[in-house]
């Protein structure tokens, strides 16, 4: 069962609800985002029938909800979600430009990856200081010094900064620099790392595991916002097949499938999908013209120095391109997106 609070709803009318729940031997598990709340209610749905919970101060509507992942659901939400990040915002009606460099290697190259990232019209800045590498000898990301090239370049540009968590003891600290923790493919169904992204309450990017059903990704989901963070992005980045010709297949139909399943906001990373230049833009393509809510890309001022995924990021002479499907093909798409989510109800 999930409570949906209304946007009116005091802190204290929430703070009531859980009380009632708990007294009479529930759970109840509150998640915040922009302008939403819900309560997420555990246990025998016939002992709440007494509390008349929908009667309740500041309640708008008490869903009983079959989805195994209940505060991410769209059962809960027939509207999609918009996500705020500093001055940015993901969601349905426009496409979001995330762009900048895989990882951060030096305010220089970082700052130029920004600039590159604002001709091509990002709203966010992405950037890795902490590198999950498949191989313990390849450059493991600057850490901390990272992160404070990251909030340099965001004071030098306005750009808010994405970045990646790897480790459940470090989400304090990223959080303090970043406006949007990113859990990567490879932490996924971290769930010590879930749960403390949850906790800290900054926005998160929430990458599909390479290997994980939808079914999966949305209950990684379902563990942040049950530790209170509703404010999560679902980014598709390519699952592992068979076929070698690219570095993951993009599961494009997944965009469509999880905006249906999911009030979330979902993006689509068409980098580290194909892992190739001359697939970035026809997949970016893709991923406008099905509807997706943004797109995150590498970019490099000189890729074949990248100390990261080089042979993935665009380059100067991409970035025009870049804009023009953006603005063009965005245009045209946005204002069908959130049909397109709506039309399983
Ligand atoms: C990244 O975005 O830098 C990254 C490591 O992505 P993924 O987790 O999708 O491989
Ligand atoms: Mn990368």
């Not at 949906?4 to 802190?11: D, K, L, W």
């Not at 902490?130 to 004071?155: C, H, M, N, W």
């Not at 620099?177 to 879930?194: E, H, I, K, P, S």
């Amino acid at each position: 069962m999930v409570i949906v609070m209304s946007a009116a709803a005091a802190g204290s009318d929430v703070g009531t609800a859980v009380a009632l729940i708990e007294k009479a031997g529930g759970q109840a598990f509150v998640s915040r985002g922009a302008g939403r709340t819900l309560v997420c209610v555990v246990g025998d749905p016939d002992g709440f029938s007494a509390l008349n919970l929908s009667a309740l101060p500041g309640v708008d509507t008490v869903i009983r909800t079959s989805a195994a992942y209940k505060l991410v659901s769209r059962e809960n939400c027939l509207a999609r979600s918009t996500v705020q990040v500093a001055g940015a915002s993901i969601g349905p009606g426009h496409v979001t430009l995330v762009a900048g460099p895989c990882a951060v290697e030096s305010y220089d190259q970082t700052l130029r990856a920004a600039e590159m990232a604002a001709v091509a019209g990002a709203t966010m800045l992405r950037g890795g200081a902490y590198k999950p590498r498949t191989s313990p000898y390849a450059f493991q990301g600057l850490g901390e010094a990272g992160l404070r090239i990251l909030a340099d370049v965001r004071e030098a540009t306005g750009l808010p900064i994405v970045t990646e968590v790897v480790d459940a003891a470090d989400v304090g600290l990223v959080s303090s620099y970043a406006d949007m923790l990113q859990v990567g493919t490879r932490n996924a169904q971290n769930f010590a790392l879930l749960r403390a992204v949850g906790e800290a309450g900054t926005p998160v990017m929430l990458k599909r595991g390479m290997s994980a059903t939808i079914d999966e990704w949305l209950m990684a989901a379902e563990y942040i916002a049950q530790h209170g963070n509703l404010d999560i992005v679902l980014c598709e980045r390519g699952i592992r097949t068979f076929e070698t010709a690219t570095r993951n297949t993009l599961d494009i139909s997944a965009v469509t499938i999880v905006q249906q399943l999911s009030h979330l906001p979902v993006i689509v990373d068409p980098s580290h999908s194909g892992g190739r230049r001359d697939l970035v833009l026809p997949l970016t393509r893709a991923a406008v013209a099905i509807g997706a809510d943004g797109v995150i890309i590498d970019v490099h001022p000189d890729p074949a120095t990248a100390l990261c995924d080089g042979p993935q990021a665009l380059i100067e002479g991409d970035l025009l391109e870049l804009a023009d499907i953006l603005t063009r093909w965005g245009r045209i798409t946005a204002r069908h997106a959130d049909y397109a989510g709506a039309s399983a109800y």
